[in-house]
Structure formats: structure tokens, C-alpha cells
């Protein structure tokens, strides 16, 4: 068990709509992650923070705006969903405590696009 | 950016064989992690690397981090159909919290009965 919860694990919604994916961390994980996965390309970093109200953009941040108000939720939201963010999407944190870098992820939301 | 090399993106296996996986770079990692990932879950840690050469066991499991620092190999042993699955080595460029993950694209492997 990580500590990372993620909802909803399935999501449906239509271009143009907004759309917020939510991620709760119960070990106290300063960092916390998000990433998308498509085939073909693997796990891509979408936006991170290291602690609340500090975060900063990944590889693929474009469309994605997060907040970090409080330490144990990172959520996600698509202002304006467009049919290439269809993907699944993992939160994750990070086990700084031990000095490591390993990240912890979530089980996953899938998003579907019409 | 940075880039991990994993191929063959599939291998096909039998029950009872050992398997071994790579990942490279051109670039020098400090860290480098092992994940497995299940159909509709997230990556698991298997794995994780500190320093170069370091070897790693986990159950059947045994990763090594690269002298060069430029790649890792994981092998399973003696598969099982659980191993099924796809497995992502990941590496930091940098040590530390605030070092990001790069990925790289995931070996789907296949265990026949």
C-alpha cells in the first residue's frame, strides 16, 4: 500500500468540458506527482510539487492545471478537455523520509474523451 | 530530454524459464528503479538502485545498476504466469527529493504454462 488514492478510477466526459482527477496521500508524501501514460509513450510527467502551494511544470503540462493547498491532496483538472488527453492517469509520491528517490503510484484514473 | 532505452517492447517466455531486461541511456543516472506494472493498476516498485554496481535480489528478482552508470538489468528467475506484466525501469538524474523521474517506455512480458 502506497498511500496514494486516486478517483475517480473511471471517467467519461465530452471535449470542451472541465474535469478534475483527484489524488489523496495518507503518508504524508511531501512530493507528490502526476504523470499520463499512452502506448507508445510510456509514463510522461504532466505537473509535481514539492510541498503546498509549490508546484511547477512537467513534460507534458500543457491543458493540465493542478493546486496544493493542503499537503495530503494534488488535484488535476483539464480546463477544457480536448479527445488527445484521453490517457491514464497516475499520482504519485515521493518517499523523501528515506532519503530515496522512489516514487509510490496510485492505482490509476481512466479518461475517455468523446 | 532524457531517454531510457528498453527493448524488445514484448517477450514471449516459458513458465519456469529466467528472463533478463535492459535499459540504457546516454546520459549518467544517479538512481535507478524497477517497476512492474499489472493490467489497470499503477507501476510497483520492485527495484530500487543507489549506487553503481550495486546488485539487488528481491525474492527472484536480482537488478544490477550499471558500472558506467549508463544502464541497469533486471532478471526474474525461474517465471511464473504472475510475472506477467509490464516492467518500466526509471532513472533520476539528479539524487535527492527533488529529482524528477525519467521512464522508460515498459517491457510488456509474456509467461506461457
Known amino acids: 500500500d502506497a498511500g496514494i488514492t486516486q478517483s475517480p478510477r473511471y471517467k467519461i466526459t465530452e471535449t470542451g468540458r472541465q474535469v478534475t482527477l483527484m489524488c489523496h496521500q495518507t503518508w504524508s508524501h511531501s512530493y507528490m506527482f502526476w504523470y499520463r501514460q499512452d502506448l507508445g509513450h510510456g509514463l510522461r510527467l504532466i505537473y509535481y510539487s514539492a510541498a503546498a502551494d509549490i508546484t511547477d511544470k512537467g513534460e507534458v503540462s500543457d491543458g493540465y492545471v493542478v493546486s496544493r493547498s493542503k499537503t495530503e491532496n494534488f488535484p488535476l483538472t483539464l480546463e477544457s478537455a480536448t479527445r488527445s488527453q484521453t490517457s491514464v492517469y497516475f499520482c504519485a509520491g515521493l518517499d523523501s523520509g528515506s532519503g530515496s528517490d522512489t516514487q509510490y503510484f496510485g492505482p490509476g484514473t481512466r479518461l475517455t474523451v468523446l | 530530454g532524457q531517454q531510457l532505452n528498453q527493448s524488445p517492447q514484448s517477450m514471449f517466455i516459458q513458465e519456469g524459464e529466467d528472463v533478463s531486461m535492459n535499459c540504457t541511456s546516454s546520459s549518467i543516472f544517479n538512481t535507478w528503479l524497477w517497476y512492474k506494472q499489472d493490467p489497470g493498476e499503477g507501476p510497483v516498485l520492485l527495484i530500487a538502485l543507489y549506487k553503481a554496481g550495486e546488485l539487488t535480489s528481491n525474492g527472484r528478482l536480482t537488478a544490477q545498476f550499471g558500472i558506467t552508470r549508463k544502464d541497469s538489468f533486471l532478471n526474474i528467475s525461474a517465471s511464473i504466469p504472475s510475472d506477467v506484466g509490464i516492467y518500466f525501469c526509471?532513472?533520476?538524474?539528479?539524487?535527492?527529493?527533488?529529482?524528477?523521474?525519467?521512464f522508460g517506455k515498459g517491457i510488456t512480458l509474456s509467461v506461457r504454462p
Open positions: 526509471a532513472g533520476t538524474l539528479v539524487t535527492g527529493a527533488n529529482s524528477k523521474l525519467t
